[in-house]
């Protein structure tokens, strides 16, 4: 992608920021063990404003004012031979500028001293205290120094705003770059489901199947899991965050499997639940259908306009009338849902915010009210039934987890579904295991 889609962002921030100064770093390397570190992995909101890759670095926006205009600077590494012997190319300022189209880059070691006068007698200062109390400490080290200063004509900032919150509000709604991240991360995500369809049999281990999944995910060039894929035969599913991935998977359970790949920063969130034996049993199938069902009333209930939490009461409406069907529960539909009765088999929401994180950037109400779906939110639509091995329901139903999750994009009559490539209905899942 072009710079010019991060020179548009980093513009439409400084606008809403007036004079004020934006400091926002990227995440740190963080030490695995002794001198090994864990995959680097940015901070998603200074990806969001800059495509910018490397550790030990800061964007900081400065307001226009006066006759001077806003501009975007880089704080980077310095060009270095010798650790690029080590440790691989880095950008240094200069080519750093000229790439991702800031204003300026300086090296990171002239931060400290820059600081100051970039923050003095500006209306305010756009960070996101808490996040990091180094960083917290810091600024307020600055802002302290400008206050011994009056006598220079120096004055702090007088207010501290939410930098997170303001690009929250912009990462809630994608623009054409991110979808296009996201469809072709979904893509990959497919393809890694379906190849895990066509592999499981009875008595593999279940990270046997993740790693089919991660072979499918980097050979296709995604980055990474965008979080740890879940593998879980049988009772294991009910499990909502099970991630051992490590038992023998039973001929003639069914395997939950929630993983989706991270490409250019953007995650796919995909669950499929398959037979192993690549033929559903008929309570297997009757369950299945039930969720089936309810997800594709979720998706009728995305459209602009539609309050965030629609959907998710239009699947628990299916989802409980479900429940009755399988015995599981007893009483009236509207008084179980009244009741939340449901949430013993259906305990989580019905879906989220989807893009640089799983869990994505937004909030899901604006004061009181659900936010309105728009186009160009992004979203995962995942109604599951979960009975566990214990519950005192019919036995042929015990240790079943069933999720369907797909990843749809708000669109100006309804929505895209960006994970439809990977199979779903109890035809599709039974041809591509080879029981056509
Ligand atoms: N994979 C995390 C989730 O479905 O929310
Ligand atoms: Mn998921
Ligand atoms: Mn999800």
């Given at each position: ?57 800061v964007l900081v926006l400065v307001g226009g004012q006066g006759d001077s205009k806003p501009q975007s600077l880089l704080f980077c590494r310095e060009k270095d031979a010798t650790r690029e012997v080590w440790d691989g190319f ?151 965050h099970y991630t051992e991935n490590n038992r023998l998977l039973g001929e003639h359970s069914l395997v939950l499997i929630d993983a989706g790949c991270e490409l250019q920063g953007y995650a796919a969130d995909i669950t499929r ?82 893009g640089l994180d799983v869990h994505d950037a937004g909030e899901y109400k604006d004061g009181d009210d659900w936010v309105r779906l728009r186009p160009g939110m992004t979203l995962t639509v995942e109604p599951g039934l979960y ?50």
């Amino acid at each position: 992608m072009s710079h010019q889609a991060f020179v548009a962002r980093r513009q439409r921030l400084l606008t809403q920021i007036g004079n004020g100064v934006a400091i926002l770093p990227t995440a740190p390397e963080r030490v695995r063990n002794r001198d090994t570190h864990h995959p680097y992995r940015f901070d998603s909101y200074f990806w969001y404003l800059t495509g910018f890759p490397e550790p030990d670095a800061v964007l900081v926006l400065v307001g226009g004012q006066g006759d001077s205009k806003p501009q975007s600077l880089l704080f980077c590494r310095e060009k270095d031979a010798t650790r690029e012997v080590w440790d691989g190319f880095r950008y240094g300022p200069e080519a750093a500028q000229t790439a991702f189209g800031f204003d300026a880059a300086y090296p990171i070691s002239e931060l400290a001293t820059r600081l100051p006068d970039l923050l003095a007698n500006r209306a305010a200062l756009w960070h996101s205290l808490g996040v990091d109390v180094e960083w917290d400490q810091r600024l307020g080290g600055v802002i302290n120094t400008l206050r011994g200063q009056a006598r220079k004509g120096l004055r702090p900032p007088s207010a501290v705003q939410d930098l997170h919150a303001a690009l929250d509000a912009m990462r809630r709604v994608k623009d054409g770059h991110e979808m296009d991240w996201l469809r072709q991360s979904c893509a990959i995500a497919c393809a890694g489901h379906v190849r895990a369809m066509r592999m499981a049999r009875g008595g593999m281990a279940e990270y046997e199947l993740e790693a089919e999944l991660t072979y499918a995910f980097r050979r296709r060039g995604a980055d990474a899991h965008a979080y740890p894929p879940i593998v879980a035969s049988g009772a294991s599913a009910c499990i909502l965050h099970y991630t051992e991935n490590n038992r023998l998977l039973g001929e003639h359970s069914l395997v939950l499997i929630d993983a989706g790949c991270e490409l250019q920063g953007y995650a796919a969130d995909i669950t499929r639940t398959f037979p192993v034996s690549g033929r559903f049993s008929g309570p297997q199938r009757e369950a299945y259908e039930i969720v089936l069902a309810a997800q594709t009333a979720a998706f009728a209930a995305i459209r602009p306009g539609a309050a965030f939490i629609d959907y998710h009461d239009a699947a628990v409406r299916v989802l409980t009338q479900g429940m009755l069907d399988l015995g599981l529960l007893q009483g009236s539909l509207d008084g179980l849902i009244e009741a939340g009765a449901y949430q013993r088999f259906y305990m989580h929401r019905t879906g989220h915010w989807l893009g640089l994180d799983v869990h994505d950037a937004g909030e899901y109400k604006d004061g009181d009210d659900w936010v309105r779906l728009r186009p160009g939110m992004t979203l995962t639509v995942e109604p599951g039934l979960y009975i566990p091995p214990a519950a005192d329901v019919p036995a042929h139903l015990h240790g079943m987890g069933i999720r369907i999750e797909d990843d749809v994009l708000v669109t100006a009559h309804g929505l895209e579904n960006l994970t439809a490539a990977a199979p779903k209905t109890v035809a599709e899942i039974e041809a591509v295991m080879g029981h056509d």
